[in-house]
């Protein structure tokens, strides 16, 4: 017998655990091939805000406006003024969805089949990187299915601790563990841990909660886009996937729901499916991605050719990224973005600080209160300068309102910012086709903007106004 064959049978357990750190390394590499690059002055900035305020001794909801579950904001505030750090841990967390779905795929299916559900389940989580919660609640689910029929209880605090980062992966991931074998005792026990993790922030500010969470859903069909059917661009395959790709994870859930195996992935597939329709663009279909990648691995040729479908676009869009990288420059802790864009941060900020002393707030706005589509709220975090109203989050619906726009000039009066900066990026000028781009026709805000600041000094995207009369 040869050397390698005795290894082998003296360490079977390396055959089995091999593909496991493998992959892990795989999914790993794949999410930070472009790790530093690109910024998100909306998306970003509003997790990381959240992190620094609670950093600072703040409240969600009570002491600033929160949309989200706080479990995100939590775990990022040890690092809430670090660009790096947090992307950091989204490569570890991204590499552990892909493993656990490999893992959950494993159980009943060949190595190859839970392999090219590994290989999706990467690609999906692999891009677009942001500091949200989604990556988080969707590992604790995960894991919670792992320990279904064998730990119901722990399973159920994993889903409850899902729903502290984001409450409907949270929900459906309880009633998924429960169909997949944790019974009525998971549920039970998902129950009462989440009313134990939601209890503080209730207890400190239940009507604010309330308000920024549940109050939302009335607005939040603002921002609702439509699903994409009519491709009107060059005959471009990889433009074709990209574009169909919405409509392709759609016609994967029902090709999944025909085959009717695990059928206990139903209200995890559900949740996906809703969150997709709402607004079908790259940030709003990996729920649905990661899990459908899970229902899919099944030895039928049309379900192995919708997965296939996933690995192969997300692989081609990381392919797509470095073959062809952008012009990028540093802003800060080893992100980048675009020279222009980088050039004119650095100057705004450096302003920032020589009219603003540390500790003192600043205001950053968009190009109007009436209309809003995004913010950027990185700025703050960027300049290490506080808000000194409660809205980081300029949400369509919120502070478009008259209610809100006085809150806000109340707080603004009371503090008294030497500096105002106007973002006035093409991403904040944009319009879309949902009410975001409709004017509220309330302009109590932008009016008392206008009365108290001027000398406009342009730096890019950014103009930077001082306080030019008193309030």
Known sequence: MRRDEKSV???????????YPSLFAFAAVLSALTLTWGIGPHDEGLMLQAAARIADGQWPYRDFWFNYGPGQPLLLAPVAHSL??????RVAIDAAVAVLAFALVR???????????GVAVAGAMAWPATPGPNPAALALVLGALLLARSRPGPAGALCAAAAFFRPEIGAAGALSVALYGGGVRSLLVALGTGLALYAIPFAVAPGDLLRDTVGFLGVQDLQRLPLPLHYRGALDLNKLLEFYFPVILLAG?????????????????????????????EFHYVPLAVVLAIGLAQPRAALVAALALIAVHG???RAGQV??????????????????EARALHAVVARI????APGTPIFVAPPRFDRVRVGNPLLYVLAR????????????????TARVQREMVRDLRRARPPVLVRWLDPRAHATEPNGSSRSSGVTILDDYLRATYGRPERYGAYVLYRVASPS
């Open 9 to 19: 049978r003296r360490f079977p357990a390396v055959r089995a655990l091999w593909p």
């Open 84 to 89: 790096l750090a947090w992307r950091l841990i």
């Open 107 to 117: 159980r009943t299916e060949r190595l190859w089949l839970a392999a090219l559900a």
């Open 253 to 281: 859930s029902a090709l999944w729901l025909v085959a009717r195996r695990r059928l206990w992935l139903a209200p995890l597939v559900a949740v996906g499916v809703l969150y997709l329709l709402g607004r079908p663009d």
């Open 315 to 317: 692989l081609e869009r």
């Open 323 to 340: 073959l062809h990288p952008p012009a990028l420059a540093a802003v800060a802790d080893g992100a980048k973005t675009s020279p222009g």
């Open 353 to 356: 600080h020589a009219l603003a």
């Open 385 to 400: 300068r506080p808000n000194p109203t409660r809205y980081d989050i300029l949400q369509p619906g919120v502070v478009t």
